[in-house]
């Protein structure tokens, strides 16, 4: 099992930046990779970035390349998620991931484990 808290949500206005951390605890050992997704009402949860947990591997949405910048450190189990520029289109509810195993890092499906999500709305 492994459990996950995001934190660092929040109101901004556009172009503002944000970063949101993901701490992860439990059996993180077996962690082979770590996402962010995020879903906005509506519309379904979708894939935003992903790195695995030895940080030799990062991908990202390719609308989302050149603003967001995922990172991790391993001493202290976090994840983060820097969000810079942006945009009201980015306002949605945003969820950390985990997974055991080097499925398609894309699909929510491919995660076990899930944050609750944290919320981050951007203002015009």
């Known amino acids: 099992q492994v459990q996950l808290v995001e934190s660092g949500g929040g109101l901004v206005q556009a172009g503002g930046s944000l970063r949101l951390s993901c701490a992860a605890s439990?059996?993180?050992?077996?962690?082979?990779?770590m996402g962010w997704f995020r879903q906005a009402p509506g519309k379904e949860r979708e894939f935003v970035a992903t790195?695995?947990?030895?940080?030799?591997?990062?991908y990202y949405r390719d609308s989302l390349k050149g603003r967001f910048t995922i990172s991790r450190d391993n001493a202290e189990n976090t994840v983060y998620l820097q969000m810079n520029n942006l945009k009201p289109e980015d306002t949605a509810v945003y969820y950390c991931?985990?997974?055991?195993?080097?499925?398609?890092?894309?699909?929510?499906?491919?995660?076990?484990?899930w944050g609750q999500g944290t919320q981050v709305t951007v203002s015009s």
């Open positions: 439990g059996r993180t050992f077996s962690v082979y990779r």
């Open positions: 991931a985990a997974s055991f195993y080097d499925y398609n890092y894309y699909y929510s499906s491919s995660y076990g484990y």
């Open positions: 790195i695995t947990w030895s940080g030799a591997n990062r």
